[in-house]
């Protein structure tokens, strides 16, 4: 087994992060990637590895409410609760403002 990553291996990787790396940082993470890949490895050494109990440590046994039609509120009555309101309609803040996010 090698010790190290290619030189293209590492650029490629580099490329993928969109970073550039100097000649000094590409012999450094030949070495390093590879360890870091082989330490990522050993997960497949592990006896019993069962991917269902690595994704929660529960079971999903949710259980949930059936919907029960109710009563309509009163739009009246529901407007008496709202700071700001015109006609039948709640007012609210504006939360986007659409000239900044044209020029994003």
Same mark, same amino acid.
Request: charged share 35%; aromatic share 4%.
């Given at each position: 087994? =090698?010790?190290? &990553?290619? #030189?293209?291996? !590492?650029?490629?990787?580099?490329? %993928?992060?969109?970073? @550039?790396?100097? =000649?000094?940082? &590409?012999? #450094?993470?030949? !070495?390093?990637?590879?360890?870091? %890949?082989?330490?990522? @490895? ?63």
């Amino acid at each position: 087994m =090698k010790n190290k &990553l290619t #030189k293209e291996e !590492v650029l490629h990787v580099a490329e %993928l992060a969109r970073i @550039e790396v100097t =000649k000094e940082e &590409l012999e #450094k993470y030949q !070495v390093e990637l590879k360890k870091l %890949l082989d330490d990522v @490895e050993k997960i497949n050494d592990v006896d019993n590895y069962d991917e269902e109990i690595m994704i929660a440590p529960w079971t999903n046994n949710t259980t949930l409410r059936s919907d029960e039609e109710g009563e309509m509120l009163d739009p009246k009555d529901v407007l008496l609760n709202a700071p700001h309101h015109t006609a039948n309609y709640i007012a609210v803040p504006t939360v986007i403002n659409e000239n900044e996010s044209e020029g994003a």
